[in-house]
Nanobody, 120 residues
Framework: QVQLVESGGGSVQPGGSLRLSCSATGTIFKILLMGWYRQTPETQRELVATMTHDGRAEYGESVKGRFTISKDTAKNTANLEMGNLKPEDTAVYFC??????????????WGQGAQVTVSS
């Protein structure tokens, strides 16, 4: 069974920075993509940033130029550096992993969510 452990997040003033980390543990054959999505009570889950196994990154329009995703393949970990945070970045951030548990069994797992609050 694959588990995702998220860490980081918290509260910060506008313009501040935070870091999120996500580690995947368990039986994993191959990770194809790791990323972050966010959701508020008023919005649907939206893309924040993802990175493929070969290092291609994709960002949501609202975070481009402010957030940076990175990965440590050996540790099955993804990190999200969030800078110049705005109140509209306030949300629960969910880590997602896509890949393979075995050569024939797909993997699509979500973390428990990490609260990010940006407020003065």
């Amino acid at each position: 069974q694959v588990q995702l452990v998220e860490s980081g997040g918290g509260s910060v003033q506008p313009g501040g920075s935070l870091r999120l980390s996500c580690s995947a543990t368990g039986t994993i054959f191959k990770i194809l993509l790791m990323g972050w999505y966010r959701q508020t009570p008023e919005t649907q889950r939206e893309l924040v940033a993802t990175m493929t196994h070969d290092g291609r990154a994709e960002y949501g329009e609202s975070v481009k130029g402010r957030f940076t995703i990175s990965k440590d393949t050996a540790k099955n970990t993804a990190n999200l550096e969030m800078g110049n945070l705005k109140p509209e970045d306030t949300a629960v951030y969910f880590c997602n992993v896509l890949g393979l548990i075995s050569s024939v069994q797909p993997l699509d797992s979500w973390g428990q969510g990490a609260q990010v609050t940006v407020s003065s």
